[in-house]
């Protein structure tokens, strides 16, 4: 079994965020060391200046994540950790990451987000990864380059789960995900539906048509405002609960 996940959606909005929180909250209340990395974050975290100063330097220390996906997960999730050492690149412009960088005039280092996945992958026991947009998200697109999400994943050899919403629409952007990974020899582990109403007859509907016309199982649903989550472990880690 991999010790770490890589949680993407089938585009953007759907409650990824959401999600990672209540499956890191499970985990490590059912007492295992499960750690958070988002490799990119664009939009809703705001910087502040830290009142400490780095004696080397004599220097204020630079920023402060604040009000972002990070910070939600960390919080929700008690990890021991601050939101800044959960991820590797970030702006505040809710923009493609591609973007956000070039606005900022950086340029995404592959081999930086490799080495802090390294290093959340030595500190915990497992790790929840968080994509961002949909399996297709641009991360480097200059000089005729096309590295994407799904490259990303690859390359830190995680098996997904796809988040996707419960209502309208699902069925075709849940298919067209599932089959991208397929196509790209990327392990699926199973799907989420969020935003998912039980008593819904189109909804109850749409977990059936997801599991039938993909062949994947819906391993778990998320109704608004749900503060846990039935995620079923296993899966990730290979131990059932006694």
């Known amino acids: 079994m991999s010790k770490n996940i890589f949680i993407t959606a089938t585009g953007t909005d759907i409650g990824k965020t959401y999600v990672s929180a209540l499956i890191v909250k499970g985990m490590r209340e059912a007492g295992f060391d499960c750690g958070y990395f988002k490799p990119v974050l664009s939009g809703g975290g705001k910087y502040i200046e830290s009142e400490l100063e780095l004696p080397e330097t004599n220097a204020r220390a630079c920023v402060k994540l604040i009000n972002s996906d990070c910070n939600y997960v960390v919080e929700t999730a008690k990890i021991p950790c601050e939101a800044d ?11 493609s990451p591609h973007l956000a960088a070039k606005r900022a005039g950086q340029e995404i280092n592959v081999e930086k987000i490799k080495h802090k996945f390294n ?38 050899a995680a098996p997904i789960v796809i988040v996707a919403d419960g209502g309208l629409g699902t069925i075709n952007s849940t298919l067209l995900t599932v089959e991208y990974a397929r196509n790209n020899n ?19 509907d749409n977990l059936k048509q997801v599991e039938y016309l993909t062949g994947e199982k819906v391993i778990a649903t998320v109704e608004k405002g749900q503060k846990d989550i039935k995620f079923p472990e296993e899966l990730w880690t290979g131990k059932k609960k006694i």
């Open 119 to 156: 290093e959340l992958n030595k500190k915990y026991d497992y790790l929840l990864i968080e994509g961002a947009g949909g399996i297709t998200c641009p991360l480097r697109l200059e000089n005729g380059e096309k590295y994407i999400l799904k490259d990303l994943i690859k390359e830190l």
């Open 85 to 95: 050492e959960c991820v590797a690149y970030w702006w505040e412009e809710a923009v």
């Open 186 to 204: 990327i392990p699926i582990l199973g799907i989420i539906l969020n935003n998912f109403e039980p008593d819904n007859f189109m909804h109850q």
